[in-house]
Protein backbone atom coordinates (compact mmCIF):
# COMPACT_ATOMS: atom_id res chain seq x y z
CA UNK A 1 0.00 0.00 0.00
CA UNK A 2 1.11 3.19 -1.20
CA UNK A 3 1.71 5.64 2.24
CA UNK A 4 1.45 9.28 1.22
CA UNK A 5 2.43 11.75 3.78
CA UNK A 6 1.74 15.47 3.41
CA UNK A 7 3.24 18.12 5.15
CA UNK A 8 0.74 20.33 7.87
CA UNK A 9 1.34 22.90 10.53
CA UNK A 10 -0.19 25.20 12.82
CA UNK A 11 1.00 27.73 15.12
CA UNK A 12 -0.45 27.02 18.56
CA UNK A 13 -0.41 30.59 21.35
CA UNK A 14 0.33 29.00 24.29
CA UNK A 15 0.62 30.77 28.06
CA UNK A 16 4.36 30.71 27.69
CA UNK A 17 4.59 31.41 24.08
CA UNK A 18 3.89 30.74 20.69
CA UNK A 19 4.71 27.13 19.44
CA UNK A 20 4.62 25.13 15.98
CA UNK A 21 2.90 21.81 15.07
CA UNK A 22 3.42 20.39 12.15
CA UNK A 23 4.71 17.32 10.70
CA UNK A 24 5.00 14.79 9.16
CA UNK A 25 8.57 14.98 10.27
CA UNK A 26 11.55 13.26 8.14
CA UNK A 27 13.96 11.39 10.68
CA UNK A 28 16.55 13.80 8.85
CA UNK A 29 15.42 17.05 10.62
CA UNK A 30 14.15 14.78 13.75
CA UNK A 31 18.00 14.02 14.64
CA UNK A 32 18.82 18.05 13.89
CA UNK A 33 16.08 19.04 16.77
CA UNK A 34 16.62 19.01 20.57
CA UNK A 35 14.32 16.25 22.60
CA UNK A 36 13.00 17.62 25.38
CA UNK A 37 14.43 15.92 28.61
CA UNK A 38 10.89 15.50 30.00
CA UNK A 39 9.76 13.54 27.77
CA UNK A 40 10.59 10.44 29.19
CA UNK A 41 6.74 8.89 29.74
CA UNK A 42 7.08 5.81 27.62
CA UNK A 43 11.57 5.49 28.21
CA UNK A 44 14.22 8.17 28.77
CA UNK A 45 14.08 10.63 26.38
CA UNK A 46 17.18 10.13 24.38
CA UNK A 47 15.97 6.90 23.68
CA UNK A 48 12.68 8.18 22.80
CA UNK A 49 14.22 10.81 20.63
CA UNK A 50 15.90 7.60 18.92
CA UNK A 51 12.29 5.46 18.94
CA UNK A 52 10.71 8.53 17.14
CA UNK A 53 13.82 8.69 14.04
CA UNK A 54 13.27 4.98 13.90
CA UNK A 55 9.83 5.17 13.77
CA UNK A 56 10.30 8.04 10.77
CA UNK A 57 12.18 6.00 8.66
CA UNK A 58 9.47 3.21 8.28
CA UNK A 59 7.25 3.48 4.81
CA UNK A 60 3.90 3.80 7.23
CA UNK A 61 5.23 5.62 10.22
CA UNK A 62 4.60 9.54 11.18
CA UNK A 63 5.95 11.22 13.68
CA UNK A 64 4.38 15.05 14.57
CA UNK A 65 6.07 17.27 16.37
CA UNK A 66 4.96 20.79 18.85
CA UNK A 67 8.34 22.36 18.51
CA UNK A 68 9.31 25.44 20.71
CA UNK A 69 12.00 27.21 18.89
CA UNK A 70 14.35 24.15 17.97
CA UNK A 71 13.06 21.63 20.63
CA UNK A 72 10.52 19.01 20.58
CA UNK A 73 8.01 19.58 23.08
CA UNK A 74 5.70 17.06 22.40
CA UNK A 75 5.26 14.36 19.60
CA UNK A 76 2.70 11.84 18.28
CA UNK A 77 3.25 8.43 16.41
CA UNK A 78 1.42 6.36 13.37
CA UNK A 79 2.85 2.96 12.65
CA UNK A 80 1.57 -0.20 11.77
CA UNK A 81 0.29 -1.98 15.81
CA UNK A 82 3.13 -4.32 17.12
CA UNK A 83 2.87 -7.86 15.71
CA UNK A 84 2.61 -9.27 19.27
CA UNK A 85 -1.00 -7.52 19.25
CA UNK A 86 -3.88 -8.52 18.27
CA UNK A 87 -4.69 -5.59 16.19
CA UNK A 88 -1.80 -6.99 13.74
CA UNK A 89 -3.38 -10.51 12.87
CA UNK A 90 -5.57 -9.07 10.41
CA UNK A 91 -2.37 -8.08 8.22
CA UNK A 92 -4.47 -4.95 7.16
CA UNK A 93 -2.47 -2.68 5.25
CA UNK A 94 -4.80 0.29 5.92
CA UNK A 95 -5.02 0.11 9.79
CA UNK A 96 -2.77 2.26 11.73
CA UNK A 97 -2.16 2.59 15.26
CA UNK A 98 -1.67 5.98 17.02
CA UNK A 99 1.25 4.60 19.30
CA UNK A 100 2.29 7.47 21.64
CA UNK A 101 1.16 10.93 22.07
CA UNK A 102 3.15 12.95 24.51
CA UNK A 103 3.30 16.69 25.94
CA UNK A 104 6.02 18.03 28.48
CA UNK A 105 4.65 19.31 31.79
CA UNK A 106 5.35 22.82 31.01
CA UNK A 107 2.33 22.43 28.05
CA UNK A 108 -0.09 20.83 29.42
CA UNK A 109 -3.38 22.43 29.39
CA UNK A 110 -2.67 24.01 26.45
CA UNK A 111 -4.41 22.42 23.60
CA UNK A 112 -1.13 21.18 21.89
CA UNK A 113 -2.19 17.06 22.02
CA UNK A 114 -5.08 18.19 20.70
CA UNK A 115 -3.28 20.58 17.99
CA UNK A 116 -0.70 17.47 17.14
CA UNK A 117 -4.23 15.23 16.04
CA UNK A 118 -6.16 17.77 14.54
CA UNK A 119 -2.62 18.65 12.67
CA UNK A 120 -2.28 15.26 12.02
CA UNK A 121 -5.59 14.58 10.56
CA UNK A 122 -5.65 17.56 7.91
CA UNK A 123 -4.02 14.84 5.73
CA UNK A 124 -6.52 13.48 3.96
CA UNK A 125 -4.39 10.45 3.11
CA UNK A 126 -5.48 8.99 6.34
CA UNK A 127 -9.02 8.64 4.57
CA UNK A 128 -7.96 5.62 3.09
CA UNK A 129 -7.44 4.07 7.00
CA UNK A 130 -8.87 2.99 9.93
CA UNK A 131 -6.52 4.57 13.09
CA UNK A 132 -6.45 2.99 15.91
CA UNK A 133 -5.35 3.99 19.73
CA UNK A 134 -5.28 1.71 22.88
CA UNK A 135 -5.48 3.66 26.00
CA UNK A 136 -4.09 2.11 29.34
CA UNK A 137 -4.00 3.69 32.56
CA UNK A 138 -0.71 2.69 33.60
CA UNK A 139 0.77 5.42 31.09
CA UNK A 140 -0.66 7.84 32.48
CA UNK A 141 1.05 10.55 35.01
CA UNK A 142 -1.57 10.28 37.50
CA UNK A 143 0.99 11.31 40.04
CA UNK A 144 1.93 14.76 37.93
CA UNK A 145 -1.16 15.82 37.09
CA UNK A 146 -2.75 14.53 40.31
CA UNK A 147 -5.97 13.40 38.97
CA UNK A 148 -7.77 9.95 39.54
CA UNK A 149 -8.13 7.48 36.40
CA UNK A 150 -11.40 8.71 35.82
CA UNK A 151 -10.71 12.25 35.24
CA UNK A 152 -7.72 11.60 33.35
CA UNK A 153 -9.62 9.39 31.08
CA UNK A 154 -11.94 12.16 30.12
CA UNK A 155 -9.22 14.15 29.34
CA UNK A 156 -7.45 11.26 27.11
CA UNK A 157 -10.78 11.05 25.45
CA UNK A 158 -11.42 14.45 25.03
CA UNK A 159 -7.93 15.14 23.20
CA UNK A 160 -8.40 11.65 20.61
CA UNK A 161 -11.78 13.16 19.78
CA UNK A 162 -9.85 16.27 18.96
CA UNK A 163 -9.07 13.87 16.07
CA UNK A 164 -11.79 12.34 15.48
CA UNK A 165 -11.69 9.36 17.15
CA UNK A 166 -14.33 7.59 18.72
CA UNK A 167 -15.02 4.77 21.53
CA UNK A 168 -14.91 1.24 20.31
CA UNK A 169 -16.27 -1.44 22.73
CA UNK A 170 -13.52 -4.45 22.54
CA UNK A 171 -12.89 -8.03 24.08
CA UNK A 172 -9.40 -7.59 24.16
CA UNK A 173 -7.87 -8.93 27.74
CA UNK A 174 -5.13 -6.21 28.22
CA UNK A 175 -7.85 -3.39 27.67
CA UNK A 176 -10.91 -5.26 29.42
CA UNK A 177 -8.17 -5.89 32.26
CA UNK A 178 -9.27 -2.58 33.88
CA UNK A 179 -12.32 -0.27 33.43
CA UNK A 180 -10.57 3.12 32.72
CA UNK A 181 -8.63 1.19 29.62
CA UNK A 182 -9.94 1.71 26.30
CA UNK A 183 -10.02 1.41 22.36
CA UNK A 184 -10.41 4.36 20.52
CA UNK A 185 -10.75 4.64 16.37
CA UNK A 186 -11.25 6.63 13.55
CA UNK A 187 -12.53 4.87 10.39
CA UNK A 188 -11.63 6.97 7.21
CA UNK A 189 -14.36 7.76 4.74
CA UNK A 190 -12.78 5.48 1.69
CA UNK A 191 -12.49 2.45 3.91
CA UNK A 192 -14.41 -0.47 2.23
CA UNK A 193 -16.80 -2.22 4.01
CA UNK A 194 -15.00 -5.26 3.93
CA UNK A 195 -12.31 -3.77 6.03
CA UNK A 196 -14.30 -2.61 8.54
CA UNK A 197 -15.99 -5.89 9.12
CA UNK A 198 -12.19 -7.33 9.40
CA UNK A 199 -11.73 -4.42 12.42
CA UNK A 200 -15.01 -5.89 14.08
CA UNK A 201 -13.42 -9.36 13.76
CA UNK A 202 -10.83 -8.00 15.49
CA UNK A 203 -12.04 -6.20 18.56
CA UNK A 204 -14.25 -9.53 19.23
CA UNK A 205 -12.41 -12.20 19.10
CA UNK A 206 -15.27 -13.81 21.46
CA UNK A 207 -18.44 -13.08 20.40
CA UNK A 208 -20.12 -15.34 22.70
CA UNK A 209 -19.45 -13.57 25.51
CA UNK A 210 -21.75 -10.61 24.77
Same mark, same amino acid.
Do not use: C, M
Given at each position: MEHKKTYNAMELKTKHGRIIVEGPIPSSELKSLDFHEDLIAF +???KQQHEAVIGIAD?? /?G???IARD???IVGYVTFLYPDPLERWSEGNMENLIELGAIEVIPKFRGSGVGK????TSMMDDAF /?????ITTEYYWH??????????WEYRKIMEKMMQAGGLEYYATDEPEISSHPANCLMAKIGKRVDRESVQKFDQLRF?? +?YMY
Open positions: +RPALP /ERILNNTALLK /EDFIVWDLKGTGLNVKH +R
